[in-house]
């Protein structure tokens, strides 16, 4: 198991050092530069556009600026914003729990509704519940999220004023932070209506940032219990005399989720891409808002340094869930 | 015990929500999240909004709604005759906002004004450089020429301080208005320095303006409290709160549900929906802006004045126009300045749409082929510069010039757009800072502007030598003469196609009373109240 988890950790190196010149090279082959970014339409006069260049080490030789970032980043130093002017890791501490609130109530909201629903559509395959499940899953796996979130908005919280329109509590709630999730906070200092305010806030977003893993996660519990249904030991479940309940839902369903498993962990990455969108629609201060301010801004302290840091945590997930595989699944662990 | 306390809780809970229904509170839907709360230091209007307009107070101020001066943190004050000396008499007994993090124990005096300036451009100065924030600019102290006209600022006495400029200029009364001369206290900076906490000084602001900070949720909500000691009387509005909503779909939404008060910048597209509902007003103000096109008036055969109206006269601007703005409407600019700006002349008419005329004078010239440019972004003054471009291709095509759209994303756009030899026409655009003309004429088509922000490339002795003058004068009536005459120069000269001043709007739902739309793009909150 030692062997195997090193192993794994061995081959994000060059993942990370793979993703350090992305990140920097991305931001640069970006057309405009980020003084004239800054200057808007009042320009900047050659040789102060010089000074600035030279202020902020844009005028050294393309690697020896990748050097000193690399540099810099190994020491833990992810720099400071060109237009905050606040360290980006102070930034990004601030928002990410933002976007880990929202995606993990998105993940909850993809897990109850598609986790159901692929096990139903395994069980009546062929039925109108499962040809309009699937037709549906892929509907909502193609929808632009962009389009939704507004559709949303103006239907539910526009029309029918069932929902916030944007934010993440209302604004007559004010409390500091603890953890900087606002359902836990508003639960530890003890404030019931900040907590469903809280919630209400989630909802919209937390749909339509759930809506593309719920497609895949009922697809993927589908496919995989239908393999697992057609296994020996489930026949001889149902030979046994068992209910049909009980065959599903404890025989079948305990293997059938495995890759289920995996599917959810990769889904971390779509939720962060996902987060983009969803949380500019929304006005959710999370780290994917900030990370298009700053590529709008120019900033590319913070776009190559935010990169990184959620570069960082996708990997960290995914090893997290080939752990967690090779722990309910002990024949990849030979492998 | 338990039935108790939780007596006591509920006691407590009841007398907090009842102190949160009588506070007024105003909530207003801010399209950007603020880079910081230092206005020496950012740019951005939403920047201003956040800092400048409410925290701060300057020396003088804009007149709430227009662009003409009038006395702020300065009563009254005298420019000598050779327009170099500027005496500013500082009204007594104002107070900084106390706060939980500053409790100033004196009122603002002549050192304050001095260390407000002093910072932005004396590098000796802590608070000029890395030690305050790193790589700090100054942008607008630098953009606005402060550096080359400002010789010093000195304290008279307390409420006395004295600027000397190093030749004269008329448009710094206008310059002293703007955000970046915001005046900061100088017993905060000293005491956050002692504590070795200076990068506060960008995050919990402290200034004399009508709200004092309260709290700032990064990129989420900014709150604000009346300021009880504000020298021009304390506001109606108890609690001011900006909600940051950056999509502008969203943003209108929250208006129409009561979520915000205040919601500025809706979608063109949406002007409609929001005229038709009941419970917001639709607030509109010609803005201080210009949307034109610079031709190359270096390069033949656009060097030729004539070619230059011909080229103006084959593009049919009213259905441009109506095609570009649609329902937002815009009115279509006759001079550089937009018609609230003083100087404004109203004689002076931009070219007439004359197909037949252009075609003659552009095939006598034999102008043919032409590189018309467009870039991706949606500004204020023009908000399809593509469209645009496909627009002005098809009217040009009609009398036989064949444009080639060039486009570059918007930063490289500007790039290249500024450089001396770029050819053909190239749309571009501004927004006023000071509402002085001189922000128009000189920062657009001066001669020192070619290379930098005048897109035309054009350097005319008579144009420059009255902006020169008019800018050295200091009184008005005898500017605005020199300005007129400056317009009549640039209608004669056509350097550029005048395309039109959008009209800026703000979503304010019905309760709310005293909003004004501001010319220069800010957001301002005091004298704002709202009914229950």
């Known amino acids: ?335 | 015990m338990k039935k108790t306390m939780t007596f006591a809780a509920a006691l407590l809970a009841a007398s907090v929500l009842s102190g949160m229904a009588s506070a007024k509170t105003l909530v207003y839907c801010s399209e950007a999240s603020p880079a910081n709360f230092d206005p020496g230091t950012t740019t951005g209007g939403n920047d201003f909004d956040a800092s400048s307009r409410t925290v701060y107070s300057r020396l003088v101020e804009f007149k709430h709604g227009g662009t003409e001066i009038e006395p702020g943190l300065a009563d009254k004050w005298e420019i000598s005759d050779d327009g170099l000396v500027y005496t500013f008499h500082l009204h007594p007994g104002v107070k900084f906002q106390t706060t939980d993090y500053f409790k100033p124990t004196r009122d603002l005096n002549a050192d304050d004004v001095v260390f407000s300036f002093d910072r932005q451009f004396n590098k000796q100065n802590p608070w000029n450089g890395d030690k305050y924030l790193p790589n700090l600019t100054w942008d607008y102290y630098t953009g606005m020429d402060m550096p080359k006209y400002v010789a010093k600022w000195e304290k008279v006495d307390d409420l006395t301080v004295k600027l000397t400029l190093t030749e004269p200029n008329a448009p710094m009364l206008a310059n002293l208005g703007m955000d970046f001369a915001s005046i900061v206290s100088k017993e905060y900076a000293d005491q956050l320095e002692k504590d070795g906490k200076m990068a506060d000084f960008s995050t919990k602001p402290i200034g004399t303006g009508p709200f004092q900070f309260v709290d700032y949720q990064l990129d989420s909500v900014i709150r604000y409290a009346a300021n009880p000691d504000y020298f021009k009387g304390k506001e109606k509005i108890d609690d001011l709160v900006f909600a940051i909503t950056p999509d502008a779909t969203a943003r209108i939404q929250k208006v129409l549900a009561g979520e915000c008060d205040i919601a500025p910048y809706p979608n063109p597209a949406d002007i409609a929906t929001i005229k038709a509902n009941n419970d917001v007003t639709l607030m509109d103000q010609a803005g201080l802006n210009i949307g034109y096109m610079s031709y190359n008036t270096t390069i033949p055969p656009l060097d030729k004045p004539e070619v230059r109206h011909a080229l103006n006269q084959a593009i049919d601007r009213e259905a441009l126009i109506k095609s570009l703005f649609q329902d937002a409407g815009a009115t279509p600019a006759e001079n550089l300045i937009p018609p609230t700006m003083w100087s404004w002349d109203k004689d002076v008419k931009s070219d007439a749409y004359n197909p037949d005329e252009a075609k003659k004078v552009l095939e006598a010239a034999g102008l043919k082929e032409i590189q018309l440019w467009a870039s991706d972004r949606v500004r204020p003054y023009n908000p399809n510069f593509q469209r645009a471009a496909e627009l002005i291709q098809a009217d040009w095509a009609k009398v036989g010039v064949k444009a080639e759209i060039v486009n570059y994303e918007w930063t490289k756009y500007r790039e290249e757009g500024k450089k001396k030899d770029r050819p053909g026409a190239f749309q571009i655009g501004w927004t006023g800072d000071n509402g002085d003309p001189d922000n128009f004429f000189a920062t657009l088509f001066a001669c020192s502007a070619i290379g930098v922000s005048n897109y035309s490339s054009w350097c005319d002795k008579d144009f420059e030598d009255l902006i020169q003058k008019a800018k050295k004068t200091s009184d008005q009536a005898e500017r605005t003469k020199l300005y007129e005459q400056a317009q009549v120069i640039f209608a004669k000269q056509a350097p550029a196609f005048l395309l039109a001043h959008s009209q800026v709007y703000a979503v304010v739902r019905k309760n709310v009373s005293g909003f004004m739309m501001d010319p220069l793009g800010i957001h301002r909150f005091d004298g704002v109240d709202k009914a229950e």
Request: proline share 5%; net charge positive; hydrophobic share 55%.
């Open chain 1, 1 to 335: 198991m030692l062997r195997y988890l090193l192993n794994k950790i061995a081959l994000l190196i060059p993942t990370l050092v793979g993703i350090t010149i992305c990140a920097f090279a991305f931001v640069r082959l970006l057309p405009g530069d980020p003084i004239l970014a800054m200057a808007g339409e009042h320009g900047v006069a050659p040789a102060r556009y010089e000074e600035l260049k030279e202020k902020f080490g844009y005028n050294l030789p393309i690697w020896q600026q990748y050097a000193r970032y690399v540099g810099e980043v190994a020491t833990g130093d992810f720099g400071v914003s060109i237009s905050s002017k606040r360290p980006v890791l102070e930034e990004f501490k601030t928002l990410f729990p933002a976007t880990l609130e929202l995606s993990f109530f998105a993940m909850v909201f993809a897990m109850v509704i598609g986790i159901p629903a692929g096990i139903f559509a395994a069980v009546k395959r062929g039925s109108w519940f499962d040809q309009s499940l699937m037709g549906t899953a892929l509907v909502g796996y193609s929808m632009p999220i962009f389009w939704w979130g507004l559709l949303l908005i103006i239907f539910f919280s526009g029309y029918l004023g069932w929902t916030p329109v944007s934010g993440r509590i209302g604004l007559q709630f004010f409390f500091k932070p603890i953890t900087g999730f606002m359902t836990i906070d508003s639960l530890l200092y003890g404030k019931w209506d900040a907590f469903r305010s809280a919630l209400s806030h989630l909802v919209l977003p937390a749909i339509v940032l759930g809506t593309i893993p719920l497609a895949v996660i009922a697809r993927q519990t589908r496919s995989a219990m239908l393999e697992v249904l057609g296994e020996d030991y489930v026949r001889t479940a149902r030979a046994k005399g068992l209910s049909a309940a009980r065959v599903v839902g404890v025989h079948a369903l305990r293997n059938a989720l495995i890759p289920v498993v995996t599917t959810i962990g990769l889904q971390v990455g779509t939720l962060l891409a996902g987060a983009i969108l969803t949380e500019t629609i929304f006005a959710w201060p999370g780290i994917g808002k900030w990370m298009v301010d700053s590529i709008f801004k120019r900033d590319y302290v913070v776009v190559q340094s935010g990169l990184l840091l959620i570069a960082l945590i996708v990997m960290a997930v995914n090893l997290i869930v080939d752990v967690l595989y090779a722990v309910i699944n002990p024949r990849i662990r030979a492998a």
